[in-house]
């Protein structure tokens, strides 16, 4: 039943997304309000998922950034908004700051992967998106960023290869603290 709502979710939200996006012509900037709505109503249809946490707010950057793809425009650029509208919209329904940071950021890295985008590019664009969205509800930017770091350096571990190296060498040169977290996580 759950992974049923799951993909019901994602072609949801990838639907919204195109039909809402489609012929805007600044969708980076346009995406925050789309998503963070698309989230709230989402939320709402799948209300006995919430207490999952993570799987929620992945799904639904997953039916985003395939709906943003769709649209034929660059989704490396659009991702910073995606995943700040989905934290945004995921708190506003109740989600928890962290699963939403952790959820977004790491499903952002892993459709990158799959969508053959640069991983690192798109996680530097995810975490950015994280802890601007988090800002923006008034929530803990700072553990914000020390989740969505986690997060993408997570989801470059699952991908491996060379994704690993290159996300954390662009964490540290993009975000600010993200050093600082990294040494964290090497001690």
């Known amino acids: 039943m759950a992974i049923n709502l799951i993909s019901k979710l994602v072609n949801g939200v990838k639907g919204g997304v195109v039909g809402t996006l489609k012929g805007s012509a600044d969708i980076g900037s346009s995406s925050v309000k789309v998503l963070k ?35 034929g425009v660059t989704v490396v650029h659009s991702i910073k908004g995606v995943v700040n509208g989905a934290i945004q919209g995921a708190v506003e329904s109740g989600i928890k700051q962290d699963d939403a940071v952790k959820g977004t ?65 662009a964490l540290q040169n993009s975000v600010d603290g993200a050093k600082n977290i990294i040494s964290e996580i090497r001690k």
């Open 37 to 71: 709505d698309l989230t709230v109503s989402s939320v709402k249809g799948v209300g006995e998922l919430v207490s999952t946490g993570i799987s929620v707010p992945a799904s639904i950057v997953s039916g985003a950034i395939s709906g943003v793809s769709e649209l």
């Open 105 to 169: 950021v790491a499903q952002a890295v892993l459709t990158a992967k799959n969508l053959g985008l640069d991983v690192a590019d798109v996680a530097v664009e995810a975490v950015k998106g994280a802890v601007d969205g988090v800002k923006q509800i008034g929530g803990d930017s700072v553990s914000a960023t020390k989740d969505a770091v986690f997060a993408a350096m997570d989801a470059a571990k699952e991908i491996g290869g060379e994704s690993f190296n290159s996300v954390q060498t």
